[in-house]
T-cell receptor, first 114, second 113 residues
Framework: AQSVAQPEDQVNVAEGNPLTVKCTYS??????LFWYVQYPNRGLQFLLK??????LVKGSYGFEAEFNKSQTSFHLKKPSALVSDSALYFC????????????FGKGTSLLVTP | SQTIHQWPATLVQPVGSPLSLECTVE??????LYWYRQAAGRGLQLLFY??????ISSEVPQNLSASRPQDRQFILSSKKLLLSDSGFYLC????????????FGPGTRLTVT
């Protein structure tokens, strides 16, 4: 079975400060990990993924994420937050041993204040 | 480049009425296709996925059904809507070479009254 947890319902950060959105996962095989962003009444936009290789992956809009196998985490980060980054962020996992489905976390609402 | 379309964008239907939501993908062939529902709040629930024409896998027993009549067309249907069917329905596709990520459409907001 595969699962993903986003422990924070909401993260607040001031513009210009670094941001972190947390994600932990559980899989039986190797994890394929993803981050998505959703703006109100819109579909999800793909930000970045970890499949294999370098633990630090870079994605769209200046976001990056670090895969930590020992802590089973895949936290999303950005060095300097923008007000326009305010949105709902989803972490997702797919187990290499399972089928095609992605298992999504419940989402973390990011609010960046001016 | 690939694009994914969903329609309608919004829909208000009475309880007991039928439903048909359509999703089409352009710019790729033989994609995997998915239907999700996002209830008020946040979580995404996978409803159906398809790896080819006529091949549908149901993840959760629902008052809904899905069909894939063409390679890049995915339809979500119901014969009789329930109040609990209200939500935001998202279609997605995957299948880029070497990639496992899914790409989502703009969604359909369904309100059952």
């Amino acid at each position: 079975a595969q699962s993903v947890a986003q422990p924070e319902d909401q993260v607040n950060v001031a513009e210009g400060n670094p941001l972190t959105v947390k994600c932990t996962y559980s899989v039986s095989g190797n994890p394929y990990l993803f981050w998505y962003v959703q703006y109100p009444n819109r579909g999800l936009q793909f930000l970045l993924k970890y499949i294999t290789g370098d633990n630090l992956v870079k994605g769209s809009y200046g976001f990056e994420a670090e895969f930590n196998k020992s802590q089973t985490s895949f936290h999303l980060k950005k060095p300097s937050a923008l007000v326009s980054d305010s949105a709902l962020y989803f972490c997702a996992v797919r187990d290499s041993n399972s089928g095609y489905a992605l298992n999504f976390g419940k989402g973390t609402s990011l609010l960046v204040t001016p | 480049s690939q694009t994914i379309h969903q329609w309608p964008a919004t829909l208000v239907q009475p309880v007991g009425s039928p439903l048909s939501l359509e999703c089409t993908v352009e710019g790729t062939s033989n994609p995997n296709l998915y239907w999700y529902r996002q209830a008020a709040g946040r979580g995404l629930q996978l409803l159906f996925y398809s790896v080819g024409i006529g091949q549908i896998s149901s993840e959760v027993p629902q008052n809904l059904s899905a069909s894939r009549p063409q390679d890049r067309q995915f339809i979500l249907s119901s014969k009789k809507l329930l109040l609990s069917d209200s939500g935001f329905y998202l279609c997605a596709w995957s299948g880029t070479p070497g990639g496992y990520e899914q790409y989502f459409g703009p969604g359909t907001r369904l309100t059952v009254t």
